[in-house]
């Protein structure tokens, strides 16, 4: 199906030209397909699997177990593609013998990226409504993540940084083990050997993906923006590699420059929010696991005395 009627129209350049996200235009449809989707999966298909495979459950659910589900279906189903996707994506930029330099890191818009880009920026429209829709449920920490992964995502359609924001959405790969632990707990088998296995997962996976990954990741963007932090686009400045690949990209019409100041202090801002909360969620996961599986023992130690 044509869809270039949709990047072309006027309310998606007037976005577009209002956001200044120059590149967004032509995947609007791949987005908005996305976030349909995922709507899809929220409305008709999580309430249908649960209904077929455990019919008796799902009619003792109360509207806001059913709506609970029905959410976290969504995120188990995105995770399973853009987790995967970003992982695949990160492990051939790092098997890349040429690697790109600083400039490119920051500037240069790579297709593959944006691709996942498109399916994530979906779904955070979908995650972004609900918490706001579903405030008292979600609080602040997940009001805060929503509207630091739609920063993310959406720089990347200036283009700025899409390099590097899959770096960020590879912490997807941890939430198939977060909707697990959901799902069986609201199955009434929080303590159960499926679980416990589910949860020792889900703690090494954070930890590496989350907590060392996250760090390296958060460290990287950082230092790179700082290089680029009002800098001069000189030869002298930059050095001969660096300055002929500003020339390229500018060539390209992508708008390479320096990194103002505000950009910086956001984006340095979002990704310590970011990766605050990574270090919250790992404790939080920690301490909740040792609890059940303590009271697990107690519980079973008391019985057999």
Known sequence: MDTAWLA??????????????RILPPHVDRILLSLACFQFIYMVLAGRFAQFFMPKQWSRFTEDDKANWNRRMVSLAQSLVIGPACLYIILRQRA?????????RIWQNYDLEVQILDIAMGYFLFHFAMTVLEYEKHGIQMMMHA???LFYIGGAYYPFINYYTVWFLVYEMTNPCLNIYHFLNQLGKPVSPVAIANASVWIILFFFIRIVWGTYASISICLDLFQLREAPMTLEHLGAD?????RRLEADNLRPGPVRNWVFIITVLSSSILQSLNYLWFYLIVTRALKKVTAKYRKETSKAD
């Not at 072309?8 to 996200?21: D, F, K, T």
């Not at 890349?96 to 490119?104: A, D, H, V």
């Open 96 to 104: 890349s013998t040429n690697p790109p330099g600083l400039m490119e």
């Open 8 to 21: 072309e129209s006027r309310p998606v350049q007037g976005l577009a030209a209002l956001l200044n996200l």
């Open 147 to 149: 509207t630091i992964g």
């Open 242 to 246: 660096e300055f002929a690949a500003y």
